[in-house]
């Protein structure tokens, strides 16, 4: 199994699509964060856990999910680097390969002494791209081979049609 823990803060502030919607709206900021991740998810079959610092949302530590994608808040006095050492700890056995979401120089140190792989913030978002210009390649192709009949038919079938159609049948 190949978890991916992402440093929620650190790849709003690395991303400049995000890192502008932050200046006018935090909280859609970190929607949208987990939007593009969940679609992510569907696609690699990675599950993703994103972490936030508490430092932005004061209160108790939190977790919850959307978009299938777990999301934690870490208690006010830890920050998400060292939740994420935490988990990466927890979480490493022979079955599974953590991969660990973040441009900060020193976590990435951190985590490859965990037997966790990194990856930036700009690996990730040319990673995320890639994967929805092939959805949407995916989705034109299949617009482009849908019949033109209300009715589904096989393609054996639309080609009998076709033929009757043009008279050679």
Same mark, same amino acid.
């Given at each position: 199994?190949?978890?991916?823990?992402?440093?929620?803060?650190?790849?709003? &502030?690395?991303?400049?699509?995000? $890192?502008?919607? #932050? #200046?006018?709206?935090? /909280?859609?900021?970190?929607? =949208?964060?987990?939007? $593009?991740?969940?679609?992510?998810?569907?696609? +690699? &079959?990675?599950?993703?856990?994103?972490?936030?610092?508490?430092?932005?949302? #004061? &209160?108790?530590?939190?977790?919850? !999910?959307?978009? %299938?994608?777990?999301?934690?808040?870490? =208690?006010?006095?830890?920050?998400?680097?060292? =939740? *994420?050492?935490?988990?990466? *700890?927890?979480?490493?056995?022979?079955? +599974?390969?953590?991969?660990?979401?973040? /441009?900060?120089? +020193?976590?990435?140190?951190? *985590?490859?002494?965990?037997?966790?792989? !990194?990856? /930036?913030? $700009?690996?990730?978002?040319?990673?995320?791209?890639?994967?929805? %210009?092939? *959805?949407?390649? #995916?989705?034109?192709?299949?617009?482009?081979? !849908?019949? /033109? @009949?209300?009715?589904?038919? @096989?393609?054996?079938?639309?080609?009998?049609?076709?033929?009757? %159609?043009?008279?050679?049948?």
């Amino acid at each position: 199994m190949d978890i991916l823990l992402v440093d929620g803060y650190n790849i709003i &502030g690395a991303w400049p699509e995000l $890192r502008e919607l #932050k #200046k006018k709206d935090l /909280s859609a900021a970190r929607d =949208r964060l987990i939007e $593009r991740l969940a679609d992510y998810q569907g696609y +690699t &079959g990675y599950k993703v856990i994103v972490i936030f610092d508490a430092y932005y949302v #004061k &209160g108790i530590e939190r977790k919850y !999910r959307n978009f %299938r994608v777990d999301v934690l808040f870490t =208690r006010e006095n830890e920050t998400a680097d060292e =939740r *994420i050492e935490k988990l990466a *700890i927890e979480m490493n056995n022979i079955k +599974t390969q953590i991969h660990v979401a973040t /441009s900060d120089y +020193t976590e990435q140190w951190a *985590i490859f002494g965990q037997g966790a792989l !990194r990856k /930036s913030a $700009r690996e990730l978002l040319n990673e995320i791209n890639a994967i929805d %210009r092939k *959805i949407e390649k #995916k989705l034109e192709k299949d617009q482009q081979v !849908r019949p /033109s @009949s209300k009715i589904p038919l @096989s393609k054996e079938v639309a080609e009998i049609f076709e033929k009757w %159609r043009r008279g050679e049948g």
